[in-house]
Nanobody, 127 residues
Framework: FQLQASGGGLVQPGGSLRLSCAAS????????IGWFRQAPGKGREGVSC????????FYSASVKGRFTVSRENAKDTVYLQMNSLKPEDTATYYC?????????????????????WGQGTLVTVSS
């Protein structure tokens, strides 16, 4: 099974991008999906997570209010809408499968709680 993130690119500060995460090879609607990012020289940071049904979401403090996670189980796809982008949002963004259907506060941002890390997509916020 695999997850593939796409939709990254170069955007000016204040701009928007929508990332997609396409899944294959497993029962997508049984798993929560998380978004992480990694900037050059930094560790992997949890950005957001969405439950299997889409009914519960988590966000990091750094993106809350600017990013929105959603999913279309009929298309085996999760989205990350990123608005009001800042230079500090520059990173490679990854999606991954959580070990379960419902993310847990305090655990959702822990990389070891996920598997199936696909290739990331680079987001560069610069003028």
């Amino acid at each position: 099974f695999q997850l593939q993130a796409s939709g990254g690119g170069l955007v000016q500060p204040g701009g928007s991008l929508r990332l997609s995460c396409a899944a294959s090879g497993f029962s997508f609607d049984n798993y929560a999906i998380g978004w992480f990012r990694q900037a050059p020289g930094k560790g992997r940071e949890g950005v957001s997570c969405i439950s299997s049904s889409g009914g519960r979401n988590f966000y990091s403090a750094s993106v809350k209010g600017r990013f929105t996670v959603s999913r279309e189980n009929a298309k085996d796809t999760v989205y990350l809408q990123m608005n009001s982008l800042k230079p500090e949002d520059t990173a490679t963004y990854y999606c991954a499968r959580f070990f379960g259907s419902h993310p847990i506060a305090g655990l959702w941002a822990t990389p070891s709680q996920y598997d199936s890390w696909g290739q990331g997509t680079l987001v560069t916020v610069s003028s």
